[in-house]
């Protein structure tokens, strides 16, 4: 509560144009007992490279002239944005680097990715992370083909105020559009030592000005011996069944990562589910994170990042997996 207080303070403060109280629109609800069961494939379906030798992850996949994939690639020190194509979503063929960071700029010369992507008004918009080690914000580039882009001057969603959940730090956006706005999802850090990661919520009308939800945080920190004890990420959202549902990216205490599950009807409100998705192979035994998803049915289509290492960042022998999320009534089961 003194937190929350303290934060409450802080956005007097800070000026009341950049909060503000809002929701996604509301759904109806759902089957109370509604869930999903994870089935995944077998093995990476994006596998590291050249520019992309120590780590391929966080995916951000667009149906656009079949699949793209605008998928995040770490040499060892510098993260950059590369695409790859698909007709399947199995098979990618990788088409290259579209964005690397600007030493010149805010952006410094560590990220350029971690991003999300979108198709709409006739071109691809793409929200990503970028700035010091330890002090990111979220940028945005536009392209008409996804390879020439046209990134803003400044970054778009800036830090919070002093003692705010997000003061040091936001990454991690996933964008999803409902008229007459887009909708961000957000991971915001704190000033403890070490920082603590939560989730929170942003809306535009124009994809630049961004305001946030005033009530941030949207998603708490698991208990302490949880799968999501230790910090929450990479939020993936959709909807269906009478409810907004989100994917994130939980970390424990040793730093393995799991996916876990969450519904809302208002897209502020959320409730956890039980279960946590780990992963199941030698590859992504340690570490299940960045969620992307499409809607195909019933059912919903899931790119993920996986690795062997437990670290909470990067030089995690990360590669891209695929898995499916099918409709059940009940407990999701891992």
Known sequence: MMRRSFLAFSLVVAGCGRY???????????QPLASYAWQPAAGPVLERGDWDSSDVLNPSVVAFDGLLNFYSGFDGRTWRTGLAAS???????????????????????????NGSALHYDNQFWY???????????????????????????????????????????????????????FYMFYLGQDRVQPPRQWLGLARSRDG???????????????????FDGNGLGEPAVWSARGFYWMLYTGRDAQEYRRLGLARSTDGVQWRKLPAAFAGGEGWNQKVLCDPTVLLDGAEVRVWFGGGD???PDENIHGQIGYATLHPVTGSPQP
Request: glycine share 12%.
């Open 20 to 30: 503000g109280d809002f929701s996604l629109p509301r759904l109806p609800g759902g």
């Open 127 to 181: 929200w990503y992370v970028a700035g010091p080690l330890g002090r990111h914000r979220i940028g945005l580039a536009r392209s008409r083909d996804g390879r020439v882009w046209r990134k803003e001057s400044t970054a778009v969603l800036e830090t919070g105020p002093r003692a705010s959940w997000d003061e040091r730090a936001v990454a991690d956006p996933y964008v999803i559009r409902i008229d007459p706005y």
């Open 309 to 311: 290492v437990a670290r």
């Open 208 to 226: 630049i000005a961004w305001q946030k939800l005033r009530s941030n945080p949207i998603l708490e920190l698991g208990d302490s011996d949880g």
């Open 87 to 113: 007709t399947d979503g199995f098979h990618w063929r990788k088409l290259g680097i579209v964005l690397v960071p600007d030493p010149r700029t805010w952006e410094g010369s560590y990220i350029a990715a």
